[in-house]
């Protein structure tokens, strides 16, 4: 196979690549360490359908699992291979190059050479394209694009294009018109927090965008466990990035009986994130009656008090529907 690999011809390569997929782990190690890896990513560089797929498909064996291999296939200059794929919005190539880049973004060391390559623009590109026409990529290529830029979203290099591309407008438009219980909203509000909480630049940009506190006000109430964690999270960011001037809008937006539930029943870190923010949003009047407003404050005093002390739920969550019931009147 080493041989067909780094010696063959075309038809004696395709069937080497296409071979490696039922090959054990020590086997796929042995044969790397033999120098395969470069003529695969060759292939790559071809305009031949049937190479690249087989070389797609093995170089994903070779990776999958392994750190060495990924930095391996990266130093042979997959990455700018993948990216010219990407951009030829061929869809059955196009989902397994983003397969490959996804698995290569988990391994740290090709994290600064994939955020510098132009990948970043290229990701958020095709989250907005229709392709083929009048059809968005696949549910899964959407998944596997967020997954990428959220490996990617440790390193320092991924803040500036983002922000240059329209990156974040384009996520955000991606969460509002996703049900705020799916996986793919789950995942977009994760990779949301992640810039954010990394980039003042970010939370500045996100922070402008109108509907952006409605949206994480829906996801608060509708979404994932996970989902409601990270969008509480990214509420608290922007009302300590400036009280006076968020505190009212997260309140417009109805987001009270939310976070008193989340407050409750969330986890631990959704927990600490609603309390934060209703301890900042608790001095802000609603408006209506001196007495409505009375009554109010001392229910919400004492829902504070319980989630304080970790009171029984079944207290807590009696006095959180309470709450709920009187903020709604």
Not at 15 to 33: G, P, S
Not at 103 to 122: D, F, H, T, Y
Not at 315 to 323: A, D, G, P, T, W
Request: a neutral charge; aromatic letters at 4%.
């Amino acid at each position: 196979m080493a041989d067909a690999l780094l010696f063959g011809e075309r038809e004696a390569q395709l069937f080497a690549a296409r071979e490696i997929c039922k090959l054990n782990c020590k086997q796929k190690q042995k044969l790397a360490e033999k120098g395969v890896i470069s003529p695969l990513v060759f292939m790559l560089h071809t305009q031949d359908y049937e190479s690249i797929e087989a070389a797609l498909f093995a170089l994903l064996n070779f990776a999958f699992g392994s750190e060495r291999n990924k930095l391996r296939i990266a130093k042979s200059g997959a990455i700018p291979a993948i990216l010219k794929i990407l951009q030829w919005r061929n869809e059955p190539l196009l989902e397994l190059a983003l397969a490959a880049l996804l698995i290569l973004s988990s391994c740290s060391a090709n994290k600064p050479e994939i955020a510098s390559s132009g990948a970043v623009q290229l990701l958020f590109e095709l989250l907005d394209s229709e392709f083929p026409i009048g059809q968005t990529i696949s549910h899964q290529a959407k998944l596997d694009i967020i997954s990428t830029l959220h490996n990617l979203s440790t390193s320092p290099q991924i803040i500036s294009p983002i922000v240059l591309s329209d990156g974040l407008i384009s996520l955000i438009q991606l969460i509002y018109v996703s049900e705020k219980s799916s996986e793919l909203a789950e995942k977009a509000i994760a990779l949301l927090e992640s810039l954010v909480s990394t980039s003042d630049i970010a939370l500045n940009q996100v922070s402008e965008i109108g509907g952006v506190i409605g949206m994480l006000v829906e996801a608060v109430e509708e979404g994932t466990t996970s989902c409601k964690e990270h969008a509480a999270g990214i509420l608290v960011l922007i009302c300590e990035s400036c009280r006076e001037r968020y505190r009212g809008m997260i309140l417009r937006e109805g987001a009270m009986p939310g976070l008193l539930q989340l407050s409750v029943d969330g986890t631990r870190r959704a927990k600490e994130k609603a309390k934060a923010l209703l301890l900042m949003l608790r001095d802000c009047s609603n408006g209506g009656s001196t007495r409505v407003k009375h009554s109010k404050s001392v229910l919400f005093e004492e829902v504070m008090r319980q989630i304080d002390r970790g009171g029984r739920v079944g207290n807590s969550i009696q006095l959180v529907e309470e709450m709920i019931a009187k903020l709604r009147t």
